[in-house]
């Protein structure tokens, strides 16, 4: 199985600020790489799939990048409705392996 | 665009078979998996397996020898079943729909929580 790894497991920010958060591979798996952001007691919602495509109706705030091995999510300026936990997933192959999300918190 | 709807036994006995149903309402019925995630409390989220159109499906191995999944491409409702639950099966479970040119969970269902307990 292909192993995803998530950092930071929880992070601080406030109101405007610009944050990332990285996913690794443990293995290369091009650009079969989806972000998910989840907020409680509600499905997951599609953000980003194949690394930078932003699905239809999210902000352009939410900026995917990387390839290989190493990818990032970026929320430029966020928002209140932004604070939420957050998933990377590749589906390079089955099991399509999630990683351990990322709370972000309101600091 | 894909809505998807789940219902299903909320309380199980161990040794019972968790059995959840989801409804696909799609346009593009073909141009998708269709996929079950489930998420213990309070954990990430675990990839139980999935299906095509056709019939065809890919299994979690950790779960191969418990899991089974199925469509009926006549009702166009989505099966989960998983066989000699313990209280680790305790989840919610999610169905979702996967686009098969971007591999996008594109949709999911609102989730069902699993609660097995003696």
């Known amino acids: 199985d292909i192993q995803m790894t998530q950092s930071p497991s929880s992070l601080s920010a406030s109101v405007g600020d610009r944050v990332t958060i990285t996913c690794r591979a443990s293995?290369?798996?091009?650009?079969?790489l989806n972000w998910f952001q989840q907020k409680p007691g509600k499905a997951p919602n599609l953000l980003i799939y194949?690394?930078?495509k932003l699905q239809t109706g999210v902000p352009s705030r939410f900026i995917g990048s990387g390839s290989g091995t190493d990818f990032t999510l970026t929320i430029n300026s966020l928002h209140p409705e932004d604070f939420a936990t957050y998933y990377c997933?590749?589906?390079?192959?089955?099991?399509?392996?999630f990683g351990q999300g990322t709370k972000l918190e309101i600091k | 665009q894909v809505q998807l709807h789940q219902w299903g036994a909320g309380l199980l006995k161990p040794s019972e078979t968790l059995s959840l149903t989801c409804a696909v309402y799609s346009e593009s019925f073909s141009d998708h998996f269709w996929s079950w995630i489930r998420q213990s409390p309070g954990k990430g989220l675990e990839w139980l397996g999935e299906?095509?159109?056709?019939?065809?499906?890919n299994y979690n191995p950790s779960l191969e020898s418990r899991v089974s999944i199925s469509l009926d491409t006549s009702t166009y409702h989505l099966s989960l079943k998983l066989s000699s639950v313990t209280a680790a099966d305790t989840a919610v479970y999610y169905c979702?729909?996967?686009?098969?040119?971007?591999?996008?969970?594109?949709?999911w269902g609102q989730g069902t929580l699993v609660t097995v307990s003696s």
């Open positions: 979702a729909s996967v686009g098969i040119a971007a591999l996008d969970f594109d949709s």
């Open positions: 997933q590749q589906t390079y192959n089955a099991p399509r392996t």
């Open positions: 293995q290369t798996i091009s650009d079969y």
């Open positions: 299906i095509n159109h056709r019939g065809s499906t």
């Open positions: 194949s690394t930078s």
